[in-house]
C-alpha cells in the first residue's frame, strides 16, 4: 500500500495495478486516488470503464495503444472480471509484452491467483497490491483520526464496543461513524449509550446472543431469534457457517484457557480484542469442551445434509439448533 502511495505522490505510475483482497473500502478507496491522481477530474475523454465477466480485452488492448487525446495518460479501468483468479492468457501476454507508456490499466479484483500467467506478469511490469482486513490496532487509529477530525472524542473501552457491534468491514465502519458524528452534535464526546442508540448491529453479534441463549438451554428464544434473522433475510447458509465459526473460536479459547494463558494473550493469539475475548470466556464456560466438538460435527452433518438436499436449508438450520440447545 505505501508502494502505491509513493507511485501517486511522486507520480510515476506503473503501466499496470491490480488491487485485490477482502477488504472493499480500501480497494475503491485507492482505485479512485489512482484515478484522480493520473487524469484530471473531468477528463472523460481518456477514461474508460470495463465491469463484469464479459469484458472484450481485444477491445481493452486496442484502446490501451490508442494515444490519449490532449493528455499524458490514458486510464482503463477493468472491475471484478474475475481474471485475476481464472486468469486470461490474452491480457497476461499484452501486459507481458508491454503496456503503451501512455495507458495506465488499473485491475480492481475481490481475489486474486499468484499461479496464473496475468498475476506473474502484473506484478513483473506493474504493481499487485493486496487489501486484506485491517487489525484492530489499525482500524482503531483509521476511526480514531477520523474523530479527531470531526472534533470527537471516545475512549478505548467504548471504542471497543463500537467495533464489536458493527464489525471490522470499513464500509459498515464507515458509515455507522457519519451516523454517530451526526447523532452527537453539539457533543464532543461519544458515549456507549449513542453507540446503542443509533449503530447496526452485526450479524456476527446476533449469532454470538443466540449461541448464549443456547448454552443457557433456552432453545425457544434461540428459535425466535433465528426467525428474526430469517425475516431479515439472512442466509440460512449464512447462519449455519457463523454458528460453526463461534464454536471453532470457542474451542481455540477453550484449549487456552486451559494452557493457563490469560485474556490479554489469548486476545493477542486470536487477532480479537481482550474486551471480545472477555465476552467469550463466560460462553465458553457454557459448554464443555465435548459438547463443543459434537455441536460442530452437527454443524458439518447439518451442511452436507442440506447440500445433498436431505432437507431444506431453513428446516436444516432450525433442527440443529433445537438439538444443540437440548
Known sequence: MQQLLNDIKNESYKSVYLLYGEEAYLRLQYKQKLKEAILPEDDAMNYSYYQGKDVNVGEVIDLSETMPFLADKRVIILENTGFAKDGNDALAEYIAGGVSDSSVIIMVEQSADKRTKLFKAIDKAGRCVNFETQNDDTLKRWILGRLKR??????????????ETVGTDMYSISMELEKLIAYTMGRDVISE????????????????????????KKGSEAIKMYHELLAMKESPFGILALI???????????????????????????????????????????????????????????????????????????????EISR
Open 244 to 322: 460453526e465459526r463461534q464454536f471453532t473460536q470457542m474451542l481455540q479459547i477453550d484449549d487456552m484457557l486451559k494452557s493457563r494463558l490469560n485474556q490479554k494473550e489469548i486476545a493477542s493469539k486470536m487477532g480479537m480484542s481482550p474486551y471480545i475475548v472477555g465476552k467469550y470466556i463466560p460462553q465458553v464456560k457454557q459448554f464443555t469442551y465435548k459438547e463443543m466438538r459434537d455441536i460442530l460435527e452437527a454443524c458439518a452433518e447439518t451442511d452436507h445434509n442440506v447440500k445433498r438436499g436431505i432437507m431444506g436449508a431453513e428446516l436444516g438450520v432450525e433442527l440443529l439448533i433445537i
Open 193 to 216: 449509550a449513542d453507540i446503542g442508540a443509533v449503530c447496526c448491529v452485526r450479524l456476527s453479534n446476533r449469532i454470538f446472543d443466540m449461541i448464549a441463549k443456547i448454552g443457557l
Open 150 to 163: 470531526e472534533g470527537k472524542q471516545i475512549t478505548g473501552h467504548t471504542l471497543d464496543i463500537f467495533l
